[in-house]
């Protein structure tokens, strides 16, 4: 078998475009480059199989490219994407430990609501069929579950404001989906916020 010229080879970050999460690291040569930007799945090269690789062929963990980004050097690839089974061959989203700060988690709940309107049956989905009613009726329960926030913090229970915390966060972030605005956006406005001189 002929071996391909590491130096062919430009290692490729792969990260999650709606919560930011990276999920793993392969490597591409230019054919992989080619044949994911005609497909839009992730294509990489198996350097211990020393061929093309198309990620999720056999474990259904196909990566969808949202886009492919090279760095300045022109060495190495980042493509963000959306990955509805998951990244790692273990069956975990991230081949990166999941022990993480409260962020991982916040990310994994984009990922199940967002799997949950995309493919779960509204027969067994209650995200499925509140996001089926439409943006106005999501938005009535954010305004339910704001509610519920104020009365928990008056209440003065850590236990019970941080359930309904959750619950807000979960319907706000519905009601996020429903008007196409993703993770990445709110990220690109806090960033902007943090570098603008404190006030």
């Keep these: ?13 792969v990260q999650d475009v709606d919560s930011g999460a990276v999920l793993m690291l392969a490597y591409a040569n230019e054919d992989a480059l080619a044949l994911t930007r005609a497909t ?3 294509h990489f090269f198996s350097r211990s199989r020393q061929e093309i690789w198309d990620k999720g062929s056999t474990s259904g963990q196909i990566l969808e490219v949202c886009a492919v980004s090279v760095d300045c050097d022109g060495d190495a ?23 993480g700060p409260p962020a991982g988690e916040l990310g994994r ?9 995309e493919s779960a049956d ?18 009535r329960k954010v305004g339910e579950e704001s509610g519920e926030v ?19 966060l979960y319907h706000l ?3 996020l989906h429903a ?13 902007a916020r943090a570098a603008q001189p404190a006030r």
């Design 1 to 13: 078998m002929q071996q391909v010229d590491p130096a062919a080879l430009r290692p490729v970050v």
């Design 40 to 42: 839009g799945r992730a």
């Design 77 to 99: 690839l980042l493509y963000k994407v959306r990955a509805p089974h998951g990244a790692c061959h273990t069956g975990a989203r991230s081949c990166f430990s999941d022990d």
């Design 109 to 117: 709940l984009w990922q199940t609501m967002r799997l949950r309107i």
């Design 122 to 139: 509204p027969t067994d989905s209650y995200t499925r069929r509140l996001y089926d009613a439409g943006l106005d009726r999501v938005l």
């Design 150 to 168: 104020i009365i928990a913090f008056k209440g003065g229970r850590t236990e019970e404001i941080a359930a309904e915390a959750s619950d807000l």
């Design 173 to 175: 972030w519905l009601a």
């Design 179 to 191: 008007s196409g605005v993703n993770l990445a956006d709110i990220a690109q406005v806090l960033r």
